[in-house]
């Protein structure tokens, strides 16, 4: 069974960076898939933020990319996200999860979810 | 970018009646090399993340109910609960996959006993 845990800081500073980790188990990271990162702001809808396969290639969201850095440790079967500098609007519940590609190389939905981690942003 | 609505903003259904939520792309979401709208429905309960439903618009995960359903293509998509049961109270919402360069939401649906 895969399974995703996001993990980090709940409370990062205006203009600081925001730095995620999730761990996968169950599932090697390198075996496929790509790795994605969504978000939601309390009582909202899900933003995409960006996706990562296990060679490093990135997709970004246009909106966030100036700020998201998204990698990859395969050796832990984790990757990760930096938001920088961040504002109020940032505060919301970060998800990883499991990015469904076919065999073009498209990427398509996403499967597995972590249950998610509020980071509030505030001084 | 490609802009989802979904209509209502919410809903309330008896149990056992029928809910049907509608979904709405600002393009077409079907690929005509292969016939496929790249469009996903998830479920959201309160205090726990998405859980993929449908993809391919019609296509049931694997483990969710049959008394789920997803219709549609093009711009126009359906999510029917054909049955409502108790453990479908939630937020519904629908994703486009037609466009990599940016993943889409709609703005969820959600359902309530009436």
């Known amino acids: 069974q895969v399974q995703l845990q996001e993990s980090g800081p709940g409370l990062v500073k205006p203009s600081e960076t925001l730095s995620l980790t999730c761990a996968v188990s169950g599932y090697s990271i390198s075996s496929g898939y790509y790795w994605g990162w969504i978000r939601q702001p309390p009582g909202k809808g899900l933003e995409w933020i960006g996706s990562?396969?296990?060679?490093?290639?990135?997709y970004y969201n246009p909106s966030l990319k100036s700020r998201v850095t998204i990698s990859v440790d395969t050796s832990k079967n984790q990757f990760s996200l930096k938001l920088s500098s961040v504002t109020a609007a940032d505060t919301a519940v970060y998800y990883c999860?499991?990015?469904?590609?076919?065999?073009?190389?498209?990427?398509?939905?996403?499967?597995?979810w972590g249950q998610g981690t509020l980071v509030t942003v505030s001084s | 970018d490609i802009v989802m609505t979904q209509s209502p903003d919410s809903l309330a259904v008896s149990l056992g009646e029928r809910a049907t939520i509608n979904c709405k792309s600002s393009?077409?979401?079907?690929?005509?090399?292969?016939?496929?709208?790249?469009l996903a429905w998830y479920q959201q309960k309160p205090g726990q993340p998405p859980k993929l439903l449908i993809y391919w618009a019609s296509t049931r995960e694997s483990g969710v109910p049959d008394r789920f359903s997803g219709s549609g293509s093009g711009t126009d998509f359906t999510l029917t609960i054909s049955s409502l049961q108790a453990e479908d109270v939630a937020v519904y919402y629908c994703q486009q996959y037609y466009s990599t360069l940016l993943f889409t939401f709609g703005p969820g649906t959600k359902v309530d006993i009436k």
């Open positions: 990562i396969y296990h060679s490093g290639s990135t």
């Open positions: 999860a499991r990015h469904v590609i076919g065999s073009s190389g498209y990427l398509y939905y996403f499967d597995y």
């Open positions: 393009q077409s979401v079907l690929y005509s090399s292969n016939n496929k709208n790249y």
